[in-house]
């Protein structure tokens, strides 16, 4: 493997070397992240990177995009086939982009949008001042309950009839329950608002069969193609057939230029794998997984938000054992285990401490791992956290993570 870097570029080389060594050796429980096949690398590494393809296919602004042209088409179709949607964009570099032109589609800046708070699960994207989603429209946002830490609907019809956003967006980054999409949808008509759905986390689940899909309720759904979905870094939109020609226009010329062809034939290629049945195997699997994981957790007394979960993440609340999120995401960094700190509802740490931590399946399920797995790594969590100040006992979990992971074969051969 890296035979060509090797030989032009030693320093490159070293570092994808280490890179495949930490990705084999660590617990990858980050909830965004997977492990995507060969088939889909192969191609990323293809020579369609050398290719210029502004446009659509048989509209485009270059020569020589006969191939380019069948991928893109052989993406969009496996696309809707596999979300049931009128029409596909495949062309947006990320999730961020997606919803960039998502919005811009149906919105003059200044105009109103209303998105789940960050902190309370959502997205940078949906309505953040530090994002062009908050600098370029007026957001407002809704929020969890106190109580039971899912989204409370009631009070976000109230806002939705009182602000009258012109645009309502749902999903989130770190929730881990159910949407329900037939509220959202009765309160957007209530005041004619569009409702898009950003559907980044959960896409692999929706495609899976194991997760509600948003498309039948909603006028658009932007996706990633790289979290559950398991295919290159990348995004998605899925749209009605009457709102798609102001997506496309949207997309190009008015938020990107040339499409990564590389990455959209990739994506042709994760749409495949993910209509396999092997898939809706390991869409369940990512499910019970993080079922599993919970329950475990809870049995030695950490606190779940929303005290449990649907899908295929956990949001864990370390203030009762004494943990901020960012000493908790420390701790199992020494312990061979990677994950992010996050903010929890009503958090009263800084979004750079947090009382939070977030855990996805994801990627493990992907190296074959399952429930009885998900146990031993809440066993390991649990004693990392009793012995925090012990570093004899540190080093011997790390050693049983890196012994647990090398049971689990990544990417053997390469
Ligand atoms: C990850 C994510 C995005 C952004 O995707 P990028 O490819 O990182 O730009 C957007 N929305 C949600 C809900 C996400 O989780």
Redesign the pocket.
Known sequence: MYDQVRRIDPDIAAILDNELARQREQLEMIA?ENFTSRAVMETMGSTLTNKYAEGYPKKRYYGGCVNVDEAETLAKKRAMELFGAERANVQPH??????MTAYLAFLKPGDKILGLSLSHG?????GHPVNFSGLLFEAIHYEVSPENEMIDYDKLRDQALAERPKMIVG???AYPRFWEYEKLRSIADEIDAVLVF?M??IAGLVAGGVHPSPVPHCDVV?S?T??TLRGP???LILARKDFFKNINKMNFPGVQGGPLMHVVAAKAVCFHECMQDSFKEYAKSMVANAAALGDALLERGFHLVSGGTDNHLLLVNVANKGLTGKAMEELLEQVGITANKNTVPFDQESPFVTSGIRLGTPALTTRGMGTDEMVRIADLMDRAVQNRENQEVLSGLRGEAEELAGQFPLYPGM
């Not at 990320?94 to 919803?99: L, W």
């Not at 959502?122 to 949906?126: A, K, S």
């Open positions: 965004s990320s999730g961020s982009t997606a919803n959502g997205h940078l994207t949906h999903g989130a980054s950003d980044a986390h932007t990633t790289h979290k870094r990348g995004g």
